[in-house]
């Protein structure tokens, strides 16, 4: 393929109710679209799943956008990709940035599904029609308001696996009420980096109710202290925010500083580089789970057609898509089914899901054309 145009959209979408982690509130997120078009007429598009302002990594959407006009999108422009390895030399003097990486690398997949008459799942080698999946619930004021919360997605979502989010003080009480009312529920917990080894006790406290997994509790650049942190307690640790690269996944397996690993697309720099991870992980005996970034509907899509793949053991951060805005970008909409799984779509090219593009026109705060000089 030869890639010619690429304009970005900068689009916002409204949360249903203000969504809150261990580090902000957000009413509103701001993502990406990359509409990349090939000299033979192909259209990709690509999502770059940015944050706003740079709360969960160093990458956020303004900057996203700067990057990827200036040297992301004119580094691939005139330039034969005949494969993956042809479009990641056209970055290999570019350091970080990788959720920005993302959005172009989803485009390139995207056309290639489309030259190949192929899913994406099938081009990345994924062979499950359908993937587990589980629900992400943001902080609440009380631990009572998270238990509610719960119980929706437990009782009338049937949801197999619930994540909750959590901070000092606001821990072990809603993992007691959870656990008390529903002991046989796949509870696992997120922390956003808001825990130290000081919080050690903390840990052990909640070793006794059985949790499916902590998920990075110590700090986002770290793996020796969460190294030390899994020696001293048997809920497993997974990693989310340490892990940026396969290199990142080999120093962290090699100290045993995790049981799990969250592969989230956009923070490891694509598609092709969650593959490669989760194989690596497969083989010493990791197991791991496709995260999300709070994606619009096209994002999720490719996140499911990944999730595919038969090493994504656990159940995906991917909801149905009324969970979170109160319009989404793609008809039709993401649904789970009663069994808590989700259909992975067959077609090539992505083309079960559609872009709503006069809800996208609306959506749009900035827009940026970039061609070939």
């Not at 994002?299 to 499911?304: A, H, L, P, V, Y």
Request: charged share 30%; net charge negative.
């Amino acid at each position: 393929m030869i890639i010619e145009k690429v304009i970005l959209k900068k689009i916002r979408l409204t949360f249903r109710k203000p969504f809150e982690i261990s580090s902000g509130r957000m009413a509103d997120r701001d993502t990406i679209l990359v509409y990349a078009y090939t000299k033979d007429g192909i259209l990709g598009v690509g999502e770059a799943p940015t944050l706003s302002w740079p709360i969960y990594s160093s990458d956020f959407t303004d900057a996203a956008l700067l990057v990827l006009k200036q040297f992301l999108v004119p580094a691939i422009l005139g330039k034969e990709l005949h494969t993956i390895e042809d479009f990641y030399q056209c970055h290999k003097n570019y350091k970080g940035h990788n959720m920005s990486r993302t959005g172009i690398e989803a485009a390139f997949w995207h056309i290639r599904s489309q030259e190949e008459n192929k899913s994406l799942g099938e081009l990345w080698g994924g062979t499950r029609k359908e993937i587990p999946v589980g629900v992400s619930l943001g902080l609440e004021s009380s631990a009572e308001k998270i238990l509610e919360k719960a119980s929706h997605w437990v009782e009338e979502e049937k949801s197999m696996r619930i994540k909750i989010k959590v901070k000092p003080g606001m821990d072990i009480e809603p993992v007691r009420l959870i656990k008390e009312k529903y002991p046989d529920v796949s509870l696992m917990l997120d922390a956003n980096s808001a825990y130290t080894l000081k919080d050690i006790d903390v840990f052990k406290e909640l070793d006794q109710y059985n949790l499916l997994m902590i998920e990075q509790p110590l700090a986002e650049d770290d793996i020796i202290d969460h190294a030390a942190l899994q020696k001293k307690i048997k809920t497993p640790i997974c990693l989310d925010e340490s892990i940026h690269s396969l290199e990142d996944t080999r120093k962290a397996i090699e100290m045993d500083a995790c049981k799990i690993i969250n592969i989230k697309p956009p923070r490891v720099g694509g598609f092709w580089r969650s593959k490669q991870i989760a194989e690596y992980c497969e083989k010493h005996d990791i197991a791991v789970w496709c995260g999300g970034m709070m994606e619009s509907g096209w994002g999720r899509s490719f996140n499911i057609q990944i999730s595919s793949l038969a090493n994504y053991q656990l159940p995906a951060d991917i909801c149905k898509t009324t969970r979170y805005f109160t319009d989404d970008i793609i008809d039709p909409f993401i649904e789970v089914k009663e069994n808590s799984h989700i259909h992975v779509p067959q077609d090539p090219g992505n083309s079960h899901f559609k872009l709503r593009e006069k809800v996208i026109d609306k959506l749009t705060v900035d827009e940026i054309e970039v061609t070939k000089n």
